[in-house]
């Protein structure tokens, strides 16, 4: 979606490497959330946050960091990765405090392979 | 968030109305009912939002009954691009704070 950009779109890496997956908005949305998409989960939430500098854990947040130290970035990393973290992830931001009916706005996904 | 529960899939074929009905027993007086489609390999869509009896857009209607204990997206004439998963949420009006949190959907398909 226009306003939304995920980077990179694929990548694989080895077991127990960093790795940071970034989300780009150019909207000047306050919320940006990381989700996750497994086959029979649907959309789980890793993380969120509601400012610079304010993040909050959802509800697979284990083994995840963020940071935002920008309004339009919002990054996110994988420690040390693991095989059970190929996944692939979405970004999404809102924006509340405008109002209307708008929903959640997603990127297009990073498809993250871990070998 | 209140739970959901909507079919883990459905058959159309093109032409068809398709309706998803969604029940969510618990829904609080605060909670609005929201839809997404989600197309293969995208992430999710907006498609609609309600909160009592009737929404419609240019994509869908929203069906809402009193008791507000479920809701049914309704799909008028559907092609062979409306195969799609769909996200029934229920949840306070986007506060930012409480991200929305997706169950496993509906898997429409829809045959020519």
């Known amino acids: 979606d226009a306003g939304i950009t995920q980077s990179p779109r694929h990548k694989v890496t080895e077991t127990g490497t960093p790795v940071t997956l970034r989300c780009h908005q150019t909207?000047?949305?306050?919320?940006m959330y990381w989700y996750r998409q497994d086959p029979g989960h649907g959309l789980r939430l890793i993380h969120y946050?509601?400012?610079?500098?304010?993040?909050d854990k959802g509800e697979v947040s284990d083994g995840y960091s963020v940071s935002r130290s920008k309004t339009e970035d919002f990054l996110l990393t994988l420690e040390s990765a693991t095989s059970s973290q190929t996944s692939v992830y979405f970004c999404?931001?809102?924006?509340?405090?405008?109002?209307?009916?708008?929903?959640?706005?997603f990127g297009s996904g990073t498809r993250l392979t871990v070998v | 968030l209140a739970k959901t529960t909507q079919p883990i899939s459905m058959d159309s074929y093109e032409g068809q109305e398709v309706n998803i009905t969604c029940s969510h027993n618990?829904?609080?007086?605060?909670?609005?009912i929201t839809w997404y489609q989600q197309f293969p390999s995208q992430g999710p869509r907006f498609i609609i939002q309600?909160?009592?009896t009737k929404v419609t857009n240019e994509v869908a209607s929203l069906f809402i009954p009193a008791d507000r204990k479920s809701s049914t997206l309704s799909l008028p004439r559907v092609s062979l691009s409306d195969t799609a998963v769909y996200y029934c949420?229920?949840?306070?009006?986007?506060?930012?704070?409480?991200?929305?949190?997706f169950g496993s959907g509906t898997r429409l398909q829809v045959q020519p």
């Open positions: 946050s509601y400012g610079v500098k304010d993040t």
């Open positions: 618990n829904i609080a007086t605060n909670d609005y």
């Open positions: 309600g909160y009592k």
């Open positions: 949420l229920v949840g306070e009006e986007d506060t930012g704070r409480r991200a929305l949190t």
């Open positions: 999404a931001i809102s924006a509340p405090e405008k109002g209307g009916n708008y929903g959640y706005t």
């Open positions: 909207e000047n949305h306050r919320y």
